[in-house]
């Protein structure tokens, strides 16, 4: 634990001023690019989202000139726009990154940001990527920092939404080469305008909080370089941000450690479109499906032996709309062995989630209560017209932190997003420099591929 | 009290979207005027503060098209930037309003989003009149919700940072004609970006706390009226904005006797561009000054029975920069003694700061405590060279809810702050048209004059 006396943020700012990209282990920048290929192909799969047409509708009337790739429309918009518009896309489905601790979806306020940015002062992909690494190491460190035990804070606040600008502002910060005491600025002032809580969940701001965390962060940099003023110890400061979002922090989980643990290692992404703890239950689904090629028709029950999680969340029978199918373990169960998939084509519209041959499927799922199950775990039976009954346990499910995405299927996760919108091929050229990106002498090419 | 079931946001919404403008008893319709009247001084007066200045050079690269009026800068912004930018300027100097009860500047965030709007969508200046005086009169019933006993909530919030947008909502969604629940929608969003904290004060992230709130008010108007979704009870609902700002709020001060009560109606202006607890010792120093007519160099000592505010906040020797000079007695004592004046060109430059006539003068300057005394009284005794000795004591200094600033003194200050930017002829012209409010047809017409 650090004292209470240290100099919280003048200890942040010099690590991220002072670490060259060379110093951040093979390991870190690894999972830095499967987070920024995540979201890549997460803004795409949102770029179309009617939430994201309406906002982009709305505020067009007041976008400066064409500097940013907005990506997967076709267009430009300024810089500071167009980081919200992104991170916007990029959340909207809920279907991005998650710290295994902290509840944070670190990647697309920082992401959204280095990549505007990137499109108006040219920089190194191997730069964005450390700076891309540092703002998602930070916003990780600050939100455990405030909500993981043994930090006593409010769940009421959006994790994201409170931190994502920090993050966004550090990577912001570090790219635009500004010093210590300047980013030490610019993070007051991203600190600043830090916001939202857990009471509009389920609504379109919800995905706006860390758009606006995005842009705020952003716009907080090119202020500090400006000459913007704000204090020297914004995080500990008396009437500070610690201070005010959060009853006890734990500040060893928000600096110790620095440059030696990295919290970015402990990042997830998510293979289905929908509430993390219907995970395992696909799985369970698609491996019974796989494995036994059962017609619809021919099952008679579906059994599920649900976490506590799944239960308190998600056991919601037939859907009206794509909020509430996000939620629904009986509509991903159908979808499962009807379609064979779990997309975001399966519930992004009404035809989708209404479809009768779901709902009817749904009569057939039962989901009961076993407590002893985590929430990465499920154990699914089906049993069919003929008497045949067979089961699938899943103690971890794909893209829990024990059992990790593999690049192969994040890439599969990226082309069910992109192709609709780009096409195979510029698809694919696409995933390549994403995975390139470290070698890349300009990494605007990502955005503008993406375009 | 209000029970705890009642639906806040939706009373806020109906009272908002359902009470016409000629409902507004006269003397709330002209204490708006006196607000809106102020505001736009104030606004000319921060017009070319470095901090402005720097703002705009910064951002302009991402503004868009020439919509709304930079108030005194000669030049127009996208409706959004000039909501951040106007209300940045009226707030920079701390001379704006003061509720008497919440610590919060109110018209700022409401008169920069109503403004700015006024100019991409036309209104009259009577409906602008009417959605201002509501949007303050909101905006003060939050802030004392959170902040006044009963209420026990964190002083460490930014009372203007974190109830300005709803002000600006409020406004911005009637002026736009929104139904009960898209305003409801609309003040859900402004609520989501709700931010700022104590810690940065004495900083531009000070001034930037409401100028973010005018800015994301007004573009959270239009979100909503574009299709955008929030919560029909962001206020009041389980981790709310209610729950996360304050421990215990007061709903009473929040939704009590609306329509007849008006908070609006203990607005407070500011005389002098300093720390409001020096107000009633520069009263106090003019006052003496015009009735002895004393020559600076015959004063001996100036002997000051200052309030325990004073004491603690202001009681600062010979300041260094304009941030220090604002909240040193010492200094507008000298400024009151030499120049007979206490204005912003007091202080907005080091050359007017350490004039070495001021720095001798603070030396005869001695302030001690007189704990009987109210934040706005004080006690002034001057000693001259022939051993004639003069007090001067303020029960109630001028500005203060006691004795309130007159219209005529308003003008002395609005004058004091536009003629340098305008001109004679301009600043009377906007001074009438700022008047009119209520009878142009065109509101906009204000805004252009002070162009």
């Known amino acids: 634990m650090l004292s209470a006396g240290k100099a919280i943020s003048t200890t942040i700012a010099s690590y991220v001023v002072g670490t060259k990209g060379a110093e951040l282990p093979a390991s870190v920048r690894q999972e830095a690019l499967r987070s920024f290929f995540n979201f890549v192909g997460c803004t795409l799969g949102g770029a179309h989202h009617p939430g994201v047409t309406l906002t982009l509708q709305a505020l067009q009337p007041f976008a400066g000139a064409g500097q940013a790739t907005l990506l997967g429309r076709g267009r430009r918009s300024d810089a500071l726009n167009a980081a919200l518009i992104n991170c916007l896309a990029s959340s909207i489905y809920s279907y991005d990154d998650t710290h295994e601790q902290a509840v944070v979806h670190p990647s697309g306020p920082v992401a959204s940001a280095v ?178 090629t059962p017609a619809p028709e021919d099952i008679v029950s579906v059994a599920i032996q649900a976490s506590p999680g799944a239960m308190a969340l998600c056991n919601n029978r037939n859907p009206k709309d794509e909020m509430q199918a996000h939620v629904s373990l009986h509509h991903w169960t159908a979808v499962c062995f009807i379609r064979g998939t779990a997309r975001i084509q399966d519930m992004d519209t009404e035809t989708a989630v209404k479809d009768p041959a779901l709902m009817a499927f749904q009569d057939k799922v039962n989901a009961t209560l076993d407590s002893s199950l985590a929430s990465d775990a499920a154990v699914v039976t089906i049993t069919l017209r003929d008497g045949r009954a067979y089961t699938s346990r899943i103690d971890h499910g794909i893209g829990s932190a024990t059992r990790p995405m593999t690049n192969a299927e994040l890439e599969e996760k990226f082309a ?35 375009g």
Not at 164 to 184: E, K, M, N, S
Not at 423 to 445: F, I, Y
């Open 115 to 292: 990549l505007a940015l990137a499109e108006v002062e040219p920089v190194t992909g191997s730069d964005l990527l450390a700076a891309f690494a540092l703002g998602v190491e930070m916003e990780c460190r600050l939100c455990k920092a405030l909500t993981v035990p043994p930090a006593r804070g409010s769940m009421a606040w959006s994790g994201t939404g409170i931190t994502g600008g920090f993050g966004a502002v550090i990577a912001a910060a570090r790219l635009l080469g500004l010093d210590l005491p300047t980013t030490r600025t610019a993070i007051g002032i991203a600190l600043s305008q830090a916001a939202g809580f857990r009471a509009l969940h389920g609504s379109l701001c919800t995905p706006m909080m860390p758009a606006q965390a995005a842009q705020t962060g952003l716009r907080a940099a090119f202020l500090a370089r400006a000459g913007f003023t704000s204090s020297s110890a914004p995080l500990e400061g008396r009437y500070g941000f610690l201070s005010v979002y959060c009853e006890e922090p734990d500040l060893d989980a928000l600096t110790g450690d620095l440059g030696t643990r990295f919290e970015i290692l402990r990042n997830t992404y998510k293979p289905y479109p929908c509430g993390i703890v219907i995970h395992p239950i696909i799985d369970a689904c698609l491996e019974l499906r796989r494995r036994h």
């Open 416 to 450: 069910a997003m992109a192709v609709p919108v780009l096409g195979e091929q510029r698809t694919r050229t696409l995933m390549q420099h994403c995975w390139d990106l470290a070698v890349l002498p300009d990494a605007a090419e990502v955005a503008r591929l993406a």
